[in-house]
T-cell receptor, first 112, second 111 residues
């Protein structure tokens, strides 16, 4: 069965510093890959998605993610974080018409 | 503006009571989903529906029921058989490319 691992439960970053959130997946083929963000008490918003083609994907709010087939990873990056980026981030995978599988999330704290 | 509306924002359930969470979308999406979110466990799929009058169980369907009588509506009932219902419930819809649009959620608590 497919699975998604987000190894970091909680990450703290200084404002202005760079950020990388890790996501690894286990799947029989290259799935569709997604990153979602959730503010407290709210629903999830799509940051970016990878279906095929260029392995570096640009998203909203200055985020990007790189698909690495050899490592089964889809890590999320941002060169300089802002206080408003504090939230919970979820990686998700799916394939075709199958339902998505979500990781357990990484909570991001920003310190001044 | 198109979107997904969940109501109520907060809901309290008494012992032995069934409660229904509302989910309405005006995005003209065929597929709709219900997820349960518990701290540290991510999102777990309860039920999903790919088309009107049809729905399938997800990973944790026991103690829940749904209906899909209209394309825009997908209500979730938390029955008395669900012994641990306290959680944040999220409804989502999709046009078929796995990109999900989420509502703002309902926090269900037990009195």
């Amino acid at each position: 069965a497919q699975s998604v691992t987000q190894p970091d439960i909680h990450i703290t970053v200084s404002e202005g510093a760079s950020l990388e959130l890790r996501c690894n997946y286990s799947y029989g083929a290259t799935p569709y890959l997604f990153w979602y963000v959730q503010s407290p008490g709210q629903g999830l918003q799509l940051l970016l998605k990878y279906f095929s083609g260029d392995t570096l994907v640009q998203g909203i709010k200055g985020f990007e993610a790189e698909f690495k087939r050899s490592q089964s990873s889809f890590n999320l990056r941002k060169p300089s974080v802002h206080w408003s980026d504090a939230a919970e981030y979820f990686c998700a995978v799916g394939f075709g018409n199958e339902k998505l599988t979500f990781g357990t999330g990484t909570r991001l704290t920003i310190i001044p | 503006d198109g979107g997904i509306t969940q109501s109520p924002k907060y809901l309290f359930r008494k012992e032995g009571q069934n409660v229904t969470l509302s989910c309405e979308q005006n995005l003209n999406h065929d597929a709709m989903y219900w997820y349960r979110q518990d701290p540290g466990q991510g999102l777990r799929l309860i039920y999903y529906s790919q088309i009107v009058n049809d729905f399938q169980k997800g990973d944790i369907a026991e103690g829940y029921s749904v209906s899909r009588e209209k394309k825009e509506s997908f209500p979730l009932t938390v029955t008395s058989a669900q012994k641990n219902p306290t959680a944040f419930y999220l409804c989502a819809s999709s046009s078929g490319d796995e990109k999900l649009f989420f509502g703002s959620g309902t926090q269900l608590s037990v009195l």
